[in-house]
């Protein structure tokens, strides 16, 4: 099946700090990515839909200018947390389409990168 | 009300034994489901879609009630390697995300 990775798996920052997390799909292209974020013991939510180029739809509630996303090619999406605090220590996961995809729902997620902002 | 709601469980059940999970959503314009499977720590990983008819693929049953606007999810026989969080997932036509529900916790022991 299709395989996206996530980089990096596990990160520790200082509060201020930024991080950036890389999304990739490996052996197909992606027109359109997803970036969640799931706290412990809850269910995934949506942050935003990641377009190739275009500007990124965030969900509501969710800061565009603190969570930059940029998908500038067909496989690679990155999430950038820009001045992170403890409030943002979650599970960061990312999911890819096909391009050309019919098969609703079909997803391909990320292992996840794990967040801890201390 | 949450758009996905699942009684987040545990559920402890011994192998072999046949366990049911049931999901409510409450947006009727919902027109597609899912069963996924995330096991601690890791990524989510789609176990199967849920069509109107109900399916099956092995072990695994699904069912969808539109009237009710409800799912579920049996499995038989369970081994222990069934032990992880089964999140429902909804989706409506013409939109591309996918919302989740919490998840139900399933622990299978031996």
């Known amino acids: 099946g299709a395989v996206v990775s996530q980089h990096p798996s596990r990160v520790i920052c200082k509060s201020g700090t930024s991080v950036k997390i890389e999304c990739r799909s490996l052996?197909?292209?992606?027109?359109?990515m997803f970036w969640y974020r799931q706290f412990p013991k809850k269910s995934l939510m949506l942050m935003a839909t990641?377009?190739?180029?275009?500007?990124?739809?965030?969900e509501q509630g969710v800061e565009k200018d603190k969570f930059l996303i940029n998908h500038a090619s067909l496989t690679l999406s990155t999430l950038t947390v820009t001045s992170a605090h403890p409030e943002d220590s979650s599970f960061y996961i990312c999911?890819?389409?096909?391009?050309?995809?019919?098969?609703?729902?079909?997803?391909?997620f990320g292992p996840g990168t794990r967040l801890t902002v201390t | 009300r949450k758009e996905v709601e699942q009684d987040p469980g545990p559920f402890n059940v011994p192998e072999g034994a046949t366990v049911a999970f049931n999901c409510t959503y409450s947006n009727s314009a919902s027109q597609s489901f899912f069963w996924y499977r995330q096991d601690c720590r890791k990524e989510p990983k789609l176990l199967m879609s849920v069509y109107s008819s109900g399916n099956e693929d092995g072990r695994f049953t699904a069912q969808l009630n539109r009237a009710s606007q409800y799912i579920s999810l049996l499995i038989r026989d369970s081994k222990l390697s069934d032990s992880a969080t089964y999140l429902c997932v909804v989706k409506k036509t013409g939109f591309q995300k996918l919302v989740f529900g919490t998840g139900t916790r399933l622990l299978v022991s031996p």
């Open positions: 052996d197909f292209q992606a027109t359109t």
């Open positions: 990641s377009n190739e180029g275009s500007k990124a739809t965030y």
């Open positions: 999911s890819a389409r096909l391009a050309g995809d019919l098969r609703e729902g079909e997803q391909y």
